[in-house]
C-alpha cells in the first residue's frame, strides 16, 4: 500500500465560505480527476473539507473520537462512489450529505457516550476580534447545540458553512419548507435563550 | 396578530437567505414596532452566528488515515439503475425456475434423479446471472445458453426460448430443465 502525499499548493479550507465561493471551479476541476481514479486528486479534496466535516460531524454526535471515525468514514464513502456523484449539483452539498447520513447512522447504531466538552470546540480566530468576541461567539454556539437536533443542524449547516436552504434541504433529506420553518424555530428560541433574564436551556438530546 | 405571525417568518427567511426585506416587509416594520423590535434582535442573531463560525481542529493524523484507508483502491464503477432493475430482476426470474423444479422432485424433467447434473446446470445458470453478458431481463434465456456453451455444454431452460419468465409463472407454467444429448 503507497502512502499518498498531498500537492503542497492546495491551501486548506479555514474560512468555508471562501472555498465555497472561489474554489468551485478548482474543486469541480479536483473532483473530476478522482473520478477517474486519481489518488492525488482526492488527496487534495480531503484537506480542502477534511476540517469542515469533522467539526460537522462533531457537533451532531458530541465526541471527537466518534467524529474521526466517522469523518473518515465519510470520505472512505465518498471515494468508493465517485463515479455516482452527478457534477451539476455542488460537491459539497454531496458531501456533507454523506456526513450526516453517516453521523445519523452512527447515531441510530450507538447512543453518544460523552457530552461535548469545552475543549472540544475552539472558535475561528479573526485577528481584530477581541477575548469578549470569542466568548461571545463560543457562547452563541454552545447555545444552538441545545437545540433540538434538526433545528441545529440547519442552523449549522445555513450559518455555519453557508449552504442556502435549498442545499440545507438536500443534505438533509427534507423540503425548503421544511427548513426554513426549522431555522425559524431555531432562531426564535436561540433568542429567547439569550435574553439576558432568559433561563438556561435544556438540553435536546439526539435520538 | 396572524399577519405578524406571516410576515415575521417571511423576515425570517431573508435573513436566513441573507438577502434584503422586501418593500412589503419594510414598510410593516415602519407600523409594527413589536415586529421592529422581533426583526432587529433576529438581524443581530444571524450576524452573530455568521460572524464567528466555531471550527475544531481535526486531528493531523486524520487526513493521513483517510488517505490510508482508501490505499490504491479506484472508485467503485458506476451501476446504472436500468442494469441493476435488469439484473435483480433476471436472478429474481433464475431462482424462481430453479426453485420451482427442486420443489417438484424433477418428477417432470426427471433431472432430479441424475444428481449431479441438476446441481452444475443450477450453479451454471447463477453463473450466467451475474455474468456481464447477463444485461438483458427478457432475453435472460439465450443469455444463459450462450454463457454456458464456453463450458462446452448444452441445456435448454423452457422449450420457449426468450419466453418471460414472470409471466409464465403468473400463468401458472411450470418450467423444467431438459438436458439434451450431447452430439
Known amino acids: 500500500m503507497t502512502a499518498l502525499t498531498l500537492p503542497m499548493e492546495i491551501p486548506s479550507a479555514a474560512d468555508p465560505a471562501a472555498v465555497a465561493a472561489a474554489g468551485g471551479s478548482e474543486v469541480a476541476a479536483l473532483v473530476e480527476r478522482a473520478r477517474l481514479g486519481d489518488p492525488a486528486a482526492f488527496a487534495a479534496v480531503v484537506a480542502q473539507f477534511e476540517k469542515r466535516t469533522f467539526h460537522f460531524v462533531l457537533g451532531m454526535v458530541g465526541n471527537s473520537h466518534d467524529a474521526e471515525d466517522i469523518t473518515q468514514e465519510t470520505f472512505v464513502k465518498t471515494w468508493q462512489a465517485l463515479r455516482r456523484y452527478r457534477p451539476q449539483h455542488s460537491f459539497c452539498t454531496w458531501l456533507f450529505t454523506i456526513a450526516r447520513r453517516t453521523a445519523l447512522n452512527h447515531l441510530r447504531a450507538r447512543r453518544p457516550t460523552e457530552e461535548l466538552k469545552d475543549h472540544d470546540i475552539s472558535v475561528e480566530e479573526n485577528p481584530g476580534d477581541t477575548t469578549a468576541d470569542r466568548d461571545d461567539a463560543s457562547a452563541i454556539w454552545a447555545t444552538a447545540r441545545r437545540l433540538p437536533p434538526d433545528q441545529y443542524d440547519a442552523l449549522r449547516l445555513c450559518y455555519g458553512e453557508g449552504f442556502a436552504v435549498k442545499e440545507v434541504a438536500r443534505i438533509m433529506n427534507s423540503n425548503s419548507i421544511r427548513v426554513r420553518v426549522l431555522l425559524h424555530r431555531a432562531r426564535r428560541r436561540m433568542a429567547e435563550w439569550l435574553k439576558p433574564e432568559s433561563p438556561e436551556p435544556r438540553t435536546a438530546p439526539r435520538s | ?183
Do not use: Y
Not at chain 2, 486524520?62 to 430482476?89: C, D, K, Y
Open chain 2, 1 to 183: 396578530m396572524i399577519k405578524c405571525h406571516f410576515l415575521r417568518f417571511r423576515i425570517g427567511a431573508a435573513l436566513d437567505a441573507g438577502r434584503p426585506l422586501s418593500g412589503r416587509l419594510e414598510s410593516h416594520l415602519d407600523h409594527c414596532p413589536e415586529c421592529a423590535a422581533w426583526c432587529h434582535t433576529q438581524r443581530a442573531l444571524a450576524g452573530r452566528l455568521r460572524q464567528t463560525v466555531p471550527m475544531a481542529e481535526a486531528p493531523p493524523f486524520l487526513q493521513e488515515r483517510i488517505l490510508r484507508t482508501i490505499g490504491n483502491s479506484r472508485p467503485q464503477p458506476e451501476v446504472s439503475s436500468w442494469m441493476w432493475w435488469a439484473g435483480a430482476v433476471a436472478a429474481a426470474a433464475v431462482v424462481a425456475v430453479l426453485a420451482i423444479p427442486m420443489s417438484q422432485g424433477g418428477r417432470q424433467n426427471g433431472l432430479a434423479d441424475t444428481g449431479p447434473e441438476k446441481n452444475l446446470l443450477s450453479s451454471d445458470v447463477l453463473l450466467a446471472s451475474t455474468s456481464p453478458h447477463f444485461s438483458s431481463g427478457n432475453s435472460w434465456l439465450q443469455s444463459a445458453v450462450a454463457i454456458d456453451q464456453p463450458l462446452r455444454r448444452e441445456f435448454t431452460l423452457l422449450k420457449e426460448d426468450g419466453l418471460n419468465t414472470l409471466r409464465a409463472l403468473k400463468a401458472g407454467f411450470v418450467p423444467s430443465i431438459v438436458l439434451p444429448e450431447k452430439d
